[in-house]
């Protein structure tokens, strides 16, 4: 596998996480070991400071979630550089504490969060307004957790690629999906990279998602592996959950 290789995964939503399909990445990056791992967004999903819902659907509290998504870094840390892009459901711990304590809102930040339980730190990137978004491939290729989600595969990422008129992946839709359009001078491509989180939730009547994650070996060259059932086949190599 190319050492440039970056794979690109996320919404976890710990703790709604679908460990089949987090160990099925976990394979796949030990087979391939690429250079770096774009966590896009939603790892946790901190469902109890949520202003939809304060009903108890999860039994762990948000420590135990917090330790578990830390967890899941340190094995990828192991032959990646890992770089975590903050989502919508990241977001949901600033505007509690705004909301119930703006007091002390300044004194616990998601990166020292996170970074408070790791032995070696890592980048995370911010929202800005309701988007968290990166550069990668020398700026050809935009990685991000948009707050966008029209209703259809691939809808999405055609709406980013026409938006932002560069090679786009887009968490946070839940979808498997490429949307490719070629104007006068280049091909533009987008993509939409899955969940890794339950998707048959206690939560959500038949939600129309799909579970996956994204390899990315330049700014073209981008392969979506969906997870199917606890099963994934990636270059002809089956990996189970």
Known sequence: MNTIT??????????????RAINIMLKIHQHCRPSKVVLNGDILDFIELSAFTRDKLADKPIKESI??????????QRYSTVIYHMGNHEARLQKYLLNSAPEVEHLLKFDKLINAELDVPIEIIENIGRDTMKKYFDDKLLIG????????????????????????IQGHTHRLGMYCVTGAKETFIGVEGGCLCDIKPIYVNSPNWQAGLVMARDHKNIEIIPIDDGKAIYRGRTYKG
């Open 67 to 76: 330790e578990d998504a830390c967890g899941l870094i340190r094995k990828l």
């Open 6 to 19: 970056t794979l690109i995964a996320g919404d976890c939503h710990y703790p709604f996480q679908d460990d």
């Open 145 to 168: 957790h948009f707050n966008k989600a029209l209703k259809h595969s691939a809808y999405t990422a055609k709406g980013l690629v026409d938006q932002y008129k560069m090679n786009i």
